[in-house]
């Protein structure tokens, strides 16, 4: 009897020669306001409990719960969760707007070798439909984690820089050891994210190719 070809070895994951670059997803990439807005009229409409739309919409960044908690008593938390995220892909893809610079902002992180992941707070199959209605190129999207919960998925991921715009996502930087760029495009402000610990702070993503340029410039350097 013949012997048996040898197995091949098993291939390790190849290692990006360029940064891993975390976004967090809500006034980061998107502008999701306009959708979440409808979808919290909708909700409203539905279950005949008043929500005040344009409140909910000045506060986006933690986790679903935390809104739906100032509305609805906690017996009905689970229920309404649900409900929200049912009718979400309905109301909330179509309005949504990618945010300035945000295809810019994927292609530099590509092109100076890395990749470019989401985490985020939102739950993950509405975050990946938003990403592909709007052919925003992630590499990985990770949902359902906020503040420093993100840090676990961006050390996972072997993240060197996390890009978000609420002090939850400082955090969530601080917590995995990467460099917190934020964006004053959500509802913190840039005194806000500076006072929370925030490494670097850009007016928006269209600012951000030019930073990862000298970012990447000086990673070199110091290899």
Request: hydrophobic share 45%; proline share 8%.
């Amino acid at each position: 009897m013949a012997p048996m070809a040898a197995l091949p070895e098993p291939t390790a994951p190849s290692t990006p020669a360029g940064p891993v670059v975390g976004f967090d997803l809500d006034m980061t990439l998107i502008d999701s306001r306009p959708g979440i807005h409808a979808t919290w009229r909708a909700l409203s409409e539905r279950t005949g409990t008043y929500v005040d739309a344009d409140l909910a919409v000045s506060r986006l960044g933690p986790p679903l719960v935390t809104e739906l908690a100032e509305w609805f008593p906690a017996e009905e938390i689970p229920a309404m969760t649900d409900l929200y995220r049912e009718m979400y892909p309905t109301h909330a893809i179509t309005p949504t707007l990618p945010m300035p610079g945000v295809h810019e902002a994927m292609a530099a992180v590509h092109a100076a070798g890395g990749r470019a992941i989401v985490v985020t707070a939102k739950y993950e199959p509405s975050a990946k439909l938003h990403l592909d209605h709007l052919g925003i190129a992630a590499d990985a999207v990770i949902g359902d984690l906020w503040a420093e919960a993100k840090g676990v998925a961006l050390r996972e991921h072997g993240a060197s820089v996390y890009v978000g715009d609420h002090t939850g996502d400082v955090r969530g930087a601080r917590t995995a050891g990467a460099l917190s760029v934020a964006v004053a495009t959500g509802p913190c402000s840039a005194g806000e994210l500076r006072d929370a610990g925030a490494d670097v702070v850009l007016d928006g993503l269209a600012a951000f190719p030019a930073w990862l340029a000298r970012y990447t410039e000086e990673r070199a350097a110091r290899r």
